[in-house]
């Protein structure tokens, strides 16, 4: 049913989202679009999307565009942590992207039982290292699930348009506390769209957290709105070498 | 399995929650305490309860005491709804409690598909009538569940606290936003203990509601704090006598 498990640090057979699940290379026809070189695209370690050429058509035409993410804070910044703050900073800079950078207290408490004042205090110290990099926060929204009204809301409003089999499908039987986590997670992910004016949002990941971008774009065909795109980077391995490097 | 349903308008025998589910009369021995005679009590209206008796005594020691309450605000004011407001008022004038009345338009949208917009013209004149009954807003706290952040993170925090089992036992197979909608109702009614420093919580509802304070409790019970009391009153049958008074 299920072998890609974003709470796990398996690796796990990523070649079936190519060929099962939709999934597209970049390739020149995009990285030709980009103004500047960069090493995220130089080097291949950007190597998959969804949607990826509609977004940056999109922003070529003066359309208002932001790119999402966020991050579970259950740890300091490490180095794939680190990969997709340089992602969020070069889209920002390349396309005049709006930032939304997501603290993800919810997930870290489904996930990890870690209170929400707990996570507080940790993304203190993400977020620090996220400016540090060069994120320009006079462009930016970042914020805590857990104290965003309406991410909350829409998870709410979502719920409707899941089914347990939806959500079985593409995450495995999980306790009702990770369901409303990823239905949250599809609010942040929606929230640029439904909340704020954008009409194009693109979502940097890692590739295990693909079924989050699967999710939340079914429920963005079921609102009839735009579905976001997607960028997917290669796995940051642990020091190790035998799983992915996680917290 | 289950023949109690808070969001079905058939009747059902509620005299299997005395033998099978513990609920208790409402006796001489709890209304002897009461100062005033009310024909709530008098007429035996308000026929059966959980640890009320502890709340009275509560209340007679000075502990800070709440009464919570709320209206799925899917229509106007009925007689059902009415009844309601004269406990709350009740109770608010005879214990001093604080009156916290949610207005639950998350549980209108995932039952009936109201939106959040919706719900708000139509609570405006439910609370229009609450405030006309005598309710004193002085002592009161009003809101919205969708428009009130702790609510909404008690809901989170308790999802861990609950399992499918549980959830499926006390309301049969629903959907995930039905469950989601419970737990925000377990929000609410422990929201006064765990955010305002209330001692004890009484909740009054119609003897059909059950499930809920149920679910309520055993959330309170996993978290090690006092069980909300509940009192509750005869349901309201409909003109033809067919079906519970509903919306």
Redesign the interface.
Known sequence: MIDIDPWSNALADYGRLFSQFGMQEIDSAITSKLRGKHRLFERNIVFAHRDFDKFVDAAKNGRKVAVMSGIKPSNEFHLGSKLTADELIYYQKEFGAKVFYAIAD?EA??DN?IS?EESRKVAVSNVADLLALGLDEKNACIYRQ??E?RV??L???F??K???NM?RAIYGER???L??SV??QAGDILMPQLEFGIDYTVVPVGVDQDPHIRLTRDIAAKLGITLPAATYHRFMKSLSGTEKMSK
Do not use: P, R
Request: charged share 10%.
């Open positions: 919810i408490y489904a039982g929400f857990s104290k009204m909350m809301n998870a709410y409003i719920s409707k899941v089914t347990y959500l306790d009702i506390s369901y409303m239905l949250t």
